[in-house]
Protein backbone atom coordinates (compact mmCIF):
# COMPACT_ATOMS: atom_id res chain seq x y z
CA UNK A 1 0.00 0.00 0.00
CA UNK A 2 1.11 3.20 -1.10
CA UNK A 3 1.37 6.60 1.61
CA UNK A 4 -1.11 8.45 -0.46
CA UNK A 5 -3.68 5.09 -0.06
CA UNK A 6 -2.49 4.88 3.73
CA UNK A 7 -3.21 9.13 4.56
CA UNK A 8 -6.13 8.77 2.28
CA UNK A 9 -7.71 5.94 4.28
CA UNK A 10 -6.45 7.84 7.39
CA UNK A 11 -8.61 10.62 6.27
CA UNK A 12 -11.61 8.93 5.24
CA UNK A 13 -12.04 6.40 8.75
CA UNK A 14 -11.02 9.51 10.82
CA UNK A 15 -14.20 11.32 9.59
CA UNK A 16 -16.64 8.19 9.67
CA UNK A 17 -15.13 6.99 13.08
CA UNK A 18 -18.87 7.39 15.30
CA UNK A 19 -16.07 8.33 17.77
CA UNK A 20 -15.38 11.32 16.43
CA UNK A 21 -19.02 11.80 15.66
CA UNK A 22 -18.46 15.49 16.90
CA UNK A 23 -17.69 16.12 12.61
CA UNK A 24 -20.31 13.98 11.72
CA UNK A 25 -22.44 16.45 13.72
CA UNK A 26 -21.14 19.23 12.27
CA UNK A 27 -21.15 18.56 8.76
CA UNK A 28 -25.16 17.48 9.22
CA UNK A 29 -25.70 20.61 10.78
CA UNK A 30 -24.17 22.30 7.96
CA UNK A 31 -26.73 20.49 5.27
CA UNK A 32 -29.81 20.25 7.55
CA UNK A 33 -31.57 23.21 5.57
CA UNK A 34 -30.99 21.62 1.91
CA UNK A 35 -33.27 19.48 0.23
CA UNK A 36 -31.66 16.79 -2.44
CA UNK A 37 -31.77 19.51 -5.45
CA UNK A 38 -29.36 21.37 -3.55
CA UNK A 39 -26.51 18.95 -3.66
CA UNK A 40 -24.20 21.44 -5.83
CA UNK A 41 -24.76 24.12 -3.09
CA UNK A 42 -23.93 21.58 -0.28
CA UNK A 43 -20.66 20.19 -2.26
CA UNK A 44 -19.40 23.18 -2.11
CA UNK A 45 -20.68 23.86 1.64
CA UNK A 46 -18.61 21.14 2.73
CA UNK A 47 -15.70 21.61 0.45
CA UNK A 48 -15.20 25.23 2.29
CA UNK A 49 -15.14 23.80 5.50
CA UNK A 50 -12.95 21.32 4.58
CA UNK A 51 -9.97 24.46 2.97
CA UNK A 52 -10.56 25.88 5.88
CA UNK A 53 -9.78 22.34 7.71
CA UNK A 54 -6.85 22.09 5.44
CA UNK A 55 -4.95 25.14 5.84
CA UNK A 56 -5.14 24.95 10.12
CA UNK A 57 -4.68 21.40 9.83
CA UNK A 58 -0.97 21.89 7.77
CA UNK A 59 -0.19 25.34 9.56
CA UNK A 60 -0.54 23.40 13.22
CA UNK A 61 1.25 20.18 11.66
CA UNK A 62 4.35 22.32 10.67
CA UNK A 63 3.85 24.14 13.89
CA UNK A 64 3.50 27.06 12.55
CA UNK A 65 0.46 28.09 15.10
CA UNK A 66 -0.02 27.31 18.69
CA UNK A 67 -2.94 26.99 20.69
CA UNK A 68 -4.46 25.62 23.67
CA UNK A 69 -5.74 22.23 23.21
CA UNK A 70 -8.40 22.25 25.82
CA UNK A 71 -10.13 25.65 24.06
CA UNK A 72 -10.13 24.08 20.71
CA UNK A 73 -11.64 21.01 22.31
CA UNK A 74 -14.34 23.61 23.37
CA UNK A 75 -14.55 25.76 20.46
CA UNK A 76 -15.65 22.73 18.35
CA UNK A 77 -19.61 22.04 19.97
CA UNK A 78 -19.56 25.61 20.18
CA UNK A 79 -19.41 25.85 16.15
CA UNK A 80 -21.62 22.97 15.97
CA UNK A 81 -24.30 24.96 18.42
CA UNK A 82 -23.85 28.07 16.61
CA UNK A 83 -24.59 26.08 13.16
CA UNK A 84 -27.67 24.09 14.69
CA UNK A 85 -28.61 27.52 16.07
CA UNK A 86 -28.69 29.41 12.92
CA UNK A 87 -30.50 26.60 10.92
CA UNK A 88 -33.55 26.94 14.04
CA UNK A 89 -33.66 30.52 13.69
CA UNK A 90 -33.52 31.10 10.26
CA UNK A 91 -36.42 32.06 7.61
CA UNK A 92 -38.33 30.29 5.54
CA UNK A 93 -36.37 31.30 2.35
CA UNK A 94 -32.93 29.80 3.46
CA UNK A 95 -30.96 30.53 -0.30
CA UNK A 96 -30.92 33.82 -0.54
CA UNK A 97 -27.44 35.25 -2.26
CA UNK A 98 -25.84 36.86 0.76
CA UNK A 99 -27.37 34.02 3.09
CA UNK A 100 -25.22 31.67 0.78
CA UNK A 101 -22.53 33.53 0.79
CA UNK A 102 -22.23 34.03 4.79
CA UNK A 103 -22.62 29.71 5.11
CA UNK A 104 -19.60 29.47 2.77
CA UNK A 105 -17.60 32.30 5.34
CA UNK A 106 -18.67 30.37 8.45
CA UNK A 107 -18.10 26.78 7.40
CA UNK A 108 -14.66 28.12 5.72
CA UNK A 109 -14.08 30.08 9.43
CA UNK A 110 -15.32 26.87 11.12
CA UNK A 111 -13.08 24.83 8.83
CA UNK A 112 -10.28 26.83 10.78
CA UNK A 113 -11.57 25.74 14.37
CA UNK A 114 -11.82 21.92 13.66
CA UNK A 115 -8.40 21.64 11.44
CA UNK A 116 -6.61 22.33 14.72
CA UNK A 117 -8.74 19.68 16.85
CA UNK A 118 -6.84 17.05 13.84
CA UNK A 119 -3.54 18.58 13.85
CA UNK A 120 -2.20 16.68 16.93
CA UNK A 121 -4.18 13.61 15.18
CA UNK A 122 -2.24 13.80 12.19
CA UNK A 123 1.50 15.17 13.46
CA UNK A 124 1.28 11.86 15.24
CA UNK A 125 0.44 9.89 12.78
CA UNK A 126 3.14 11.48 10.55
CA UNK A 127 5.81 11.04 12.91
CA UNK A 128 9.43 12.11 11.48
CA UNK A 129 8.10 12.12 7.58
CA UNK A 130 10.22 14.37 5.57
CA UNK A 131 8.06 15.70 3.50
CA UNK A 132 4.29 16.24 5.16
CA UNK A 133 2.91 17.89 1.49
CA UNK A 134 1.67 14.47 0.20
CA UNK A 135 0.48 12.90 3.32
CA UNK A 136 -1.33 15.75 4.17
CA UNK A 137 -3.07 16.13 0.45
CA UNK A 138 -3.92 12.14 0.94
CA UNK A 139 -5.29 12.83 4.76
CA UNK A 140 -7.66 15.59 3.50
CA UNK A 141 -9.16 14.14 0.05
CA UNK A 142 -9.81 11.47 2.53
CA UNK A 143 -11.85 13.75 5.03
CA UNK A 144 -13.40 14.95 1.87
CA UNK A 145 -14.81 11.91 0.22
CA UNK A 146 -15.92 11.38 4.12
CA UNK A 147 -17.57 14.22 4.50
CA UNK A 148 -19.19 13.61 0.92
CA UNK A 149 -20.20 10.30 1.99
CA UNK A 150 -22.40 11.93 5.08
CA UNK A 151 -23.59 14.25 2.95
CA UNK A 152 -24.98 11.62 0.28
CA UNK A 153 -26.26 9.93 3.37
CA UNK A 154 -28.12 12.40 4.33
CA UNK A 155 -29.54 14.27 1.35
CA UNK A 156 -30.98 10.45 0.14
CA UNK A 157 -32.57 9.94 3.90
CA UNK A 158 -34.17 13.66 3.70
CA UNK A 159 -35.69 12.86 -0.35
CA UNK A 160 -36.81 9.86 1.17
CA UNK A 161 -38.81 11.53 4.19
CA UNK A 162 -39.94 14.55 2.05
CA UNK A 163 -40.87 12.85 -1.36
CA UNK A 164 -42.46 9.37 0.09
CA UNK A 165 -43.44 9.98 3.82
CA UNK A 166 -44.22 13.47 2.98
CA UNK A 167 -42.30 15.26 5.72
CA UNK A 168 -41.90 18.69 5.66
CA UNK A 169 -38.45 19.89 5.23
CA UNK A 170 -38.63 22.62 7.53
CA UNK A 171 -39.46 19.84 9.99
CA UNK A 172 -36.38 17.62 9.33
CA UNK A 173 -34.23 20.79 9.60
CA UNK A 174 -35.59 22.01 12.57
CA UNK A 175 -35.71 18.13 14.31
CA UNK A 176 -32.20 17.72 13.25
CA UNK A 177 -30.71 21.16 14.36
CA UNK A 178 -32.77 20.92 17.43
CA UNK A 179 -30.98 18.06 18.31
CA UNK A 180 -27.42 18.74 17.33
CA UNK A 181 -27.85 21.84 19.27
CA UNK A 182 -28.31 19.49 22.23
CA UNK A 183 -25.97 17.24 21.93
CA UNK A 184 -23.69 20.33 21.15
CA UNK A 185 -24.40 21.89 24.44
CA UNK A 186 -23.87 18.64 26.27
CA UNK A 187 -20.22 18.66 24.62
CA UNK A 188 -19.49 22.30 25.25
CA UNK A 189 -20.52 21.37 29.00
CA UNK A 190 -18.03 18.64 29.18
CA UNK A 191 -15.37 20.17 27.69
CA UNK A 192 -15.25 23.69 29.67
CA UNK A 193 -11.92 24.74 30.39
CA UNK A 194 -12.11 28.13 32.76
Not at 71 to 93: G, K
Not at 136 to 159: D, H, K, R, S, T
Amino acid sequence: MNSFTLYFQEGLAHILDFNGYDHILFVLALCAVYTARDWPRVLILVTAFTIGHSVTLAMATLGLVRYRTDVIEFLIPLTIFITALTNLVRRENPHPKSRLQLNYLLALFFGLIHGLGFSNYLRALLGKTQSIVSPLFAFNIGLEVGQIIIVAIFLVVAFILTRYLRASAKIIRIGLSACIACVALFLMWERIFW
